[in-house]
């Protein structure tokens, strides 16, 4: 019997030695990570490609005699539209054409009130409306370093003879590249 047990003892060392040499084998690698980075801006805080809210130029309330109203493009926090791009790219925003341009002599561009009246007004790149911002103008903004540009945008709308009260609004177009 103590042969047996010896045997069996053995048998056991065996396994267990076996074991360890199999539990001691070691593999190595490596995981590859990787990410791709495009540029991006946002505009008034969102991004997108299509849609964004560029702001709103809001002429306010006038009586229908009134000469001339001034107004700043706001972005959505009440200050200047606000640029945010990739670190390293050149915004320029182009402020392209109006529903209703032409429609009235005063102005490169008009607020209709949909029933064929207009009040004219222009775009400016200055509070004192010295620089005309013409349509299809572009306003070249530094490169960015990844922090928000404000751009200012003013109106001037002119009153004239024989409006009628009512709401005029317009919609600009406007492009942003980088």
Do not use: W
């Given at each position: 019997?103590?042969?047996?047990?010896?045997r069996?003892?053995?048998?056991?060392?065996?396994?267990?030695?076996?074991?360890?040499a199999?539990?001691?084998t070691?593999?190595?690698g490596?995981?590859?990570?990787?990410?791709?980075?495009?540029?991006?801006?946002?505009?008034n805080?969102?991004?997108?490609?299509?849609?964004?809210n560029?702001?709103?130029l809001?002429?306010?309330v006038?009586?229908?005699l009134?000469?001339?109203?001034?107004?700043?493009v706001?972005?959505g926090?009440g200050?200047?539209?606000?640029?945010?791009?990739?670190?390293?790219t050149i915004?320029?925003v182009?402020?392209?054409?109006?529903?209703?341009d032409g429609?009235?002599?005063?102005?490169?561009?008009?607020?209709?009130?949909?029933?064929?009246?207009?009040?004219?007004?222009?775009?400016y790149?200055?509070a004192?409306?010295?620089q005309?911002?013409a349509?299809?103008?572009?306003?070249?903004?530094a490169?960015?370093?990844?922090v928000?540009?404000?751009v200012?945008?003013?109106?001037?709308?002119?009153?004239?003879?024989?409006?009628?009260?009512g709401?005029y609004?317009d919609?600009?177009?406007?492009e942003?590249?980088?």
């Amino acid at each position: 019997m103590h042969m047996f047990a010896s045997r069996i003892g053995l048998s056991l060392l065996g396994l267990t030695l076996a074991s360890s040499a199999i539990a001691a084998t070691t593999v190595t690698g490596q995981i590859t990570s990787s990410l791709t980075l495009i540029s991006s801006c946002q505009v008034n805080g969102a991004g997108g490609s299509t849609g964004l809210n560029f702001g709103a130029l809001d002429f306010g309330v006038a009586n229908s005699l009134f000469t001339e109203a001034d107004a700043q493009v706001l972005g959505g926090g009440g200050g200047g539209l606000s640029i945010l791009c990739s670190s390293g790219t050149i915004p320029a925003v182009k402020v392209r054409a109006g529903s209703h341009d032409g429609q009235s002599p005063g102005g490169t561009r008009a607020l209709a009130d949909g029933g064929g009246n207009f009040v004219p007004y222009d775009l400016y790149t200055d509070a004192g409306h010295s620089q005309i911002l013409a349509i299809d103008g572009v306003i070249n903004l530094a490169a960015s370093t990844g922090v928000a540009q404000t751009v200012n945008i003013y109106g001037k709308a002119v009153g004239k003879a024989g409006l009628p009260a009512g709401t005029y609004t317009d919609t600009v177009a406007v492009e942003l590249t980088f």
